[in-house]
């Protein structure tokens, strides 16, 4: 059981980035999968999350209306589209699923503790 993290790099002020977060040994539509980020020296933050079953998607006020979440069911992916990057975006960004379904019976989507599989991460870097 596996995820992998995706597409990161160095992007201008303004431009966009699209993650995306592969799973392997199971099936992204059945189950929650979150968007974190880590800067230097701060705590994970939470990005977004898209719930098991198309049951919903969720943000957090911070990257509400540039960021947006995505499932691809056929590729077994989820992806997280970054538009009008900032260079507070700056991060490793990791995806996480709630294989547990911790989300889907408490309906919490923004603690990473929530959530019990882990991406290896991939670095954003926002600069001019």
């Known amino acids: 059981l596996q995820l992998q993290a995706s597409g990161g790099g160095l992007a201008r002020p303004g431009e966009s980035l699209r993650l995306s977060c592969t799973a392997s040994?199971?099936?992204?539509?059945?189950?929650?999968i979150g968007w974190f980020r880590q800067a230097p020296g701060k705590e994970r933050y939470w990005l977004s999350s898209?719930?098991?079953?198309?049951?919903?998607?969720y943000y957090s006020n911070s990257v509400r209306g540039r960021f947006s979440i995505s499932r691809d069911s056929a590729k077994n992916t989820v992806y997280l589209q970054m538009n009008n990057l900032e260079p507070g975006d700056t991060a490793i960004y990791f995806c996480?699923?709630?294989?547990?379904?911790?989300?889907?019976?408490?309906?919490?989507?923004?603690?990473?503790?929530?959530?019990?599989?882990w991406g290896q991460g991939t670095l954003v870097t926002v600069s001019s």
């Open positions: 996480a699923a709630d294989l547990s379904l911790l989300t889907y019976s408490n309906g919490i989507y923004y603690q990473p503790g929530q959530y019990d599989t």
């Open positions: 898209i719930a098991a079953r198309s049951l919903g998607e």
């Open positions: 040994g199971f099936t992204v539509k059945d189950y929650a």
